[in-house]
């Protein structure tokens, strides 16, 4: 194939630093180390302030609950003492989900700055495209066709989103791959694999379909034991081969033309990236489901604090970690009496905001 060639709307990120100072303009060396070293403190303050309301509310979420456990005797707890109860309860009952909802986060959110920033569009989210409906298809296979759990489930989570992934890949590619008919190819798989999800349930036993109900919505509830530490393990594994390839993503967010001129090899790259944020979809969604909407929400809401710069990778997996976290808490609750599981708070956080982003984008358009 050749050179890909990515067409997109108007919110494109990096697409500020394509353009070029006006003819005749000098450039000074120290005001731009100065614009870089401000960047850099605000990623970094983006950073630190996500990961300290992460943990304000990690904090909440191990003091609410029926068997109610103080915040003091909670730091108590996790400082190495604490009362028998009050141990069980932390680390056994509550500690395992707050970790769940944030790596789940964490993946989601990396996969969905990696799609955005590779594809130069703002709804390229593996929810939107179909990625997580592939993954949530290819577990829910194992589980109901072959009766799979654990790591098989993970590895036919991975395949059924890298299948779609290619699927997709192959149908939007004319002489280039573009990005608007990527997004409705990917749509049309999403309505695709959920529908082969409902039939899968519709025809299994009452109790083998209540099994893999949660991967129709999404939930952190039950992550615990092997399947916690294959998701953190995963997610770890495409966090450091991601770290390794971020120096693609500035680029490829300029355009194919600017990361040519650059020394990017844009089709090898970009088909690395889509490969390891289809990998961290599947690690996150064999264990949760499909959370609705983080991928999408978050890169974006990364962008808006760091100035949208750039794919904002580390920002964006702060959000995300908090946006997982902070739902996951408010599902359990903000309704007395009432508990909602994570992909619903999600969908209904994220329904708003994407009409809100279509809207904004046909006005900017006309």
Known sequence: MGAARVTTGPEVPGERLARPAPSGERIDASAIGAVRRAARRRRVSVVVVGAGLAAAIALAALSFGAAGVTPDRVISVLLGGGERIDRFVVFDLRLPRILAALVVGVAFALAGAVFQSTLRNPLASPDILGISAGASLGAVWAILGIGAGGAIVAGSAFGGGLVVAIVIWLAAWRQGLHGVRFVLVGVGMAYLCGS????????????????????TVGSVADVRGDELWLLVVGTAACGVVLVFLTRALRPLALGDDHARALGVRTDAARVALLVVAVALVAFATSVAGPIAFVALIAPA?????????GAAVGAAAVVGGVLTLGADVAGQFAIPGFTAPLGVVTGVIGAPYLLWLLARTERTRA
């Open 196 to 215: 082969v999800v409902a039939w899968l349930l519709a025809r299994a036993e009452v109790r083998e379909a209540q099994t893999a109900l949660h991967w």
């Open 301 to 309: 809401v990364a962008r808006r604090l760091v100035g949208r710069g």
